[in-house]
């Protein structure tokens, strides 16, 4: 059973299910909301079903009972037919007979940081989901958590079966969106996530999030927020170092803490000549305790670097073993990203973090028929209009025709991400089943293409990276890497996101 997720109005979230509309879509829909939205306010907006008449009332009751196993801020029923039972429900319910008396009595419901699940047949959502759903340029960025978790557990295949996975969601999960990202992750057992920031952190906590979460760049003057949510503060300095040992003195904080190996980045943490005063400094304040140990590979995706990645493999390994015969004590040891699951296993160590891989970026070639797609961004047509040769086309006068061409004006620019090193040919994107170049100077909003020759229409769907077009490609024409483009989609670009439940996860749908 596949669900969409979107942002509704007044930071809201807004939910439809691309299934058929019974009673057993409906319970596996409010099973998916009672686990991914436990903080949340859930309200429900249900259609009539297209069930036999003589059937309503055994029907309506056994929908009635399911909010009884699955208790939900509040019900809106829409319909003649499930209005008639209104009395099966509790008393808070709403019932409207057409979707113009609901909208028109919207205004009265408090919908700040809830969560809309809408079930009913096409012809009564559609309206709905125009109604509810946040009003963004209909550019978006299409997020299949499905492909997330498929390429989690593939990446799990390669290891042992006792070794951890930490997940980098930092950076708005790599663009993607932290919080359905790590609800996804959640679902699937991971054992630590990764952000780079207290406030990403903290945001997880505030909407539910459980699982372990190290911060890699923690601002000391943010470790009460550190301590209050239960966050993991990564240690690279003696600075940090000390004036966390002198917080958690101070405020009583038994702290759990990931000590930072400098193996050869030279970017962060601890060289070996620092090791003995770390060790000095840790054992003179029992409240901090190391969780794990670990460091950072420079080159792990390159044969050419394998010698100099052999060589950190062996810092580490003595950097380790020198803290935790130190202290006494063992720590979870991790070293390899997404790449080293891929081309150095033998130094997973007792954790893996999965970062790049996961949203479906090849690293290496040798994992590419593995990886799925994650996302895709998608833009429309907004004009198209025909330029006689010699015209120019965009700012600066930068396109030139050198013949009459056809040129389609899409909605998206580098104010969205769509990067201005893409104009002038370097881009393509992605129409009709064919490729499309860039004409001209990309806008703040808009871009230009030539589709000269392509059966092509204003309002038609445009791709600009995705299953025919990868990030890796659209990266490689301007001299940058995947990172950079999926990280650069801005927040107003609308994520849509989709998901499946899975069959495990279906319980009994008998009356109860």
Request: net charge neutral; aromatic share 10%.
């Amino acid at each position: 059973m596949r669900f969409r997720m979107r942002k509704g109005r007044n930071s809201s979230w807004l939910i439809d299910q691309l299934a058929e509309y019974n009673l057993k879509s409906l319970e596996q829909a409010l099973f998916f909301l009672q686990s991914q939205y436990k903080k949340k306010k859930k309200v429900i907006v249900l259609g009539d079903f297209s069930s036999p008449l003589e059937e309503d009332s055994k029907l309506y009751r056994k929908v009635a009972n399911l909010f009884v196993r699955y208790p939900v801020y509040q019900v809106i029923a829409i319909g003649n037919r499930i209005t008639k039972y209104h009395s099966f429900f509790s008393p808070s319910s709403k019932f409207y007979h057409n979707h113009q008396t609901f909208f028109s009595d919207f205004s009265s419901y408090c919908v700040e940081q809830s969560v809309f699940l809408v079930q009913g047949e096409r012809d009564f959502s559609f309206p709905l989901i125009e109604f509810l759903e946040q009003k963004k340029h209909q550019t978006k960025l299409e997020v299949n958590l499905d492909a997330i978790c498929h390429n989690l557990n593939s990446y799990r295949s390669r290891l042992n079966s006792q070794t951890k996975t930490m997940v980098m969601v930092k950076a708005f999960a790599y663009g993607n969106g932290i919080l359905e990202v790590a609800q996804a992750l959640e679902q699937e057992n991971v054992d630590y996530l990764g952000v780079a920031y207290v406030d990403e952190g903290i945001f997880l906590r505030e909407q539910g999030i459980e699982l372990p979460i190290m911060v890699m760049s923690p601002d000391p003057q943010c470790f009460p927020q550190m301590q209050e949510y239960q966050l993991e503060p990564e240690v690279y300095s003696f600075r940090v170092l000390k004036k966390l040992s002198t917080y958690c003195q101070k405020n009583n904080w038994s702290a759990d803490i990931h000590i930072k190996l400098d193996t050869g980045m030279h970017r962060l943490g601890f060289g070996k000549d620092d090791l003995e005063s770390l060790v000095l400094i840790l054992k003179s304040n029992t409240l901090l305790r190391v969780a794990s140990v670990f460091s950072h590979l420079v080159g792990a995706e390159e044969n050419i670097h394998d010698s100099f990645s052999e060589k950190q493999i062996e810092e580490f390994v003595l950097g380790s073993s020198f803290l935790e015969k130190s202290l006494g004590y063992s720590a979870i040891k991790h070293l390899i990203n997404t790449a080293g699951i891929v081309r150095h296993l033998k130094a997973q160590f007792d954790m893996v973090r999965l970062g790049i891989g996961l949203y479906g970026v090849d690293v290496v070639s040798e994992e590419s028929s593995q990886v799925l797609c994650v996302t895709t961004l998608k833009t429309w047509i907004s004009q198209i209009k025909k330029v006689r040769a010699g015209e120019t086309i965009g700012y600066s006068r930068r396109g030139v025709a050198e013949k009459d061409l056809l040129v389609a004006t899409v909605s998206i620019g580098y104010g969205d991400g769509f990067d201005r090193r893409f104009g002038n040919g370097r881009g393509k994107v992605w129409i009709n089943q064919q490729e499309a170049p860039v004409v001209g100077n990309v806008c703040m909003d808009m871009t230009m293409i030539d589709v000269t020759n392509l059966d092509v229409e204003e309002g038609q769907e445009v791709v600009i990276f995705g299953p025919n077009i990868s990030l890796t490609t659209l990266a490689e024409q301007i001299g940058t890497i995947p990172y950079e483009i999926l990280t650069g989609i801005n927040e107003r670009v609308k994520r849509v996101f989709f998901y499946s439940l899975k069959d495990s996860a279906l319980i009994n749908t008998g009356e109860q």
